[in-house]
């Protein structure tokens, strides 16, 4: 099949990207991450030439030891490859966890994802904003953590505040209070444990027989109440207001209404 889609795609002067996992599945009970499978030599010499095998890997390696050891291990193996066959990685902004992306648990995992990938010599880097479950936040919205990946694969690993201010005409500490909102004090903290957009649970969640009501404190009314200065103040950039205006808009007419039932 992969030779068929090669031909067809030669054809027509196109270079085809598969993902790499589908070369690690098979030999991992269909699981993507693992600090020991193998890919057989035979998979090696099967792959046809001129289709690229993209490596993607989304999660903080800072956060756990265990995703580190797989993410080198996964690499190492996609590296395989690279005797006949051009390796990429993927890397993603977290657009698709809520109203908000999870730009600050992005670029945590930022720095090791870009020195590991220079390390190996992969220079075709991709930034994905991926569209699913729901696709509620901006594409505008995940401009920290793409500026940041580039700026490192471009080799400077320096502050970016300055320079994200020069190139979006926003202060960078602005920009990413967007993220404020799914800060609820009290909840686990994302970066380290995982992603959760309080936003998009309180909104989808039943107010009158909720799954989720253990883990909302009304008391995060007032915490909310509290962000509107910022979202006030940010609403006024002539470029990127209107991302905080919704964010404002959501609270206020929404989410604010659901915490009073509750």
């Given at each position: ?18 993902y ?41 390696c ?93 080799g ?36 380290a ?22 883990h ?32 404002q ?14």
């Amino acid at each position: 099949h992969l030779r068929r889609v090669v031909d067809i795609c030669k054809k027509y002067n196109m270079e085809p990207i598969i993902y790499g996992d589908m070369f690690i599945r098979p030999f991992n009970r269909g699981g993507i991450f693992s600090d020991t499978v193998e890919i057989p030599q035979e998979v090696f010499d099967n792959v046809p030439d001129g289709v690229m095998i993209q490596f993607w890997h989304y999660y903080n390696c800072y956060g756990s030891d265990w995703y580190k050891r797989v993410f080198d291990h996964l690499f190492e193996q996609h590296m395989r490859f690279a005797k006949k066959n051009p390796v990429g990685y993927l890397a993603s902004n977290w657009k698709c966890t809520g109203f908000v992306p999870a730009n600050d648990y992005a670029m945590q995992a930022c720095d090791y994802q870009a020195k590991k990938c220079m390390e190996l010599g992969v220079r075709d880097v991709t930034m994905s904003a991926w569209p699913d479950d729901g696709a509620e936040a901006s594409n505008m919205a995940v401009f920290p953590s793409t500026f940041l990946f580039a700026e490192r694969f471009y080799g400077c690993f320096g502050e970016i505040d300055q320079r994200f201010e020069d190139l979006f005409c926003m202060n960078f500490a602005d920009y990413m209070s967007m993220e404020d909102i799914n800060r609820i004090p009290g909840s686990r903290d994302y970066s380290a444990h995982g992603i959760m957009s309080w936003p998009k649970i309180m909104l989808y969640d039943d107010p009158m027989c909720g799954l989720y009501d253990k883990h909302i404190d009304v008391s995060c009314k007032q915490y909310f109440t509290e962000l509107a200065p910022k979202l006030e103040h940010c609403k006024q950039n002539p470029h990127f207001g209107y991302i905080f205006e919704t964010i404002q808009a959501m609270w206020e007419k929404v989410l604010g209404i659901h915490i009073d039932i509750r």
